[in-house]
């Protein structure tokens, strides 16, 4: 069984930093794409961030250079450091991860206050 446990989400001041982390157990992490999306009340999810197995990344544009993702595969990790946070950032942030299918996290809530 799968699972995916998001952490790290607070509330903070624009401007702040935050730094989400996601542990997976059940997959083979270190094959697996794995990423994170957003949500923000009244939206559609929304893609923010992945890396694949060879540590290539893609980012939203509303986050380029203020967001970067990580992964350490010995601790089945991925990791989101997020810097210069917005108020638009605002968001339940949801890990996934493909292998042989999607698989999602539960989210963990982001609130950056102006």
């Known amino acids: 069984q799968v699972q995916l446990v998001e952490s790290g989400g607070g509330k903070v001041q624009a401007g702040g930093s935050l730094r989400l982390s996601c542990a997976a157990s059940?997959?083979?992490?270190?094959?697996?794409?794995v990423g994170w999306y957003r949500q923000a009340p009244g939206q559609q999810r929304e893609f923010v961030t992945s890396i694949l197995t060879g540590m290539s990344t893609n980012y939203a544009d509303s986050v380029k250079g203020r967001f970067t993702i990580s992964r350490d595969n010995a601790r089945s990790t991925v990791y989101l450091q997020m810097n210069s946070l917005k108020p638009e950032d605002t968001a339940v942030y949801y890990c996934?991860?493909?292998?042989?299918?999607?698989?999602w996290g539960r989210g963990t809530q982001v609130i950056v206050s102006s």
């Open positions: 996934y991860a493909d292998r042989m299918g999607r698989y």
């Open positions: 059940g997959i083979i992490f270190s094959l697996a794409t």
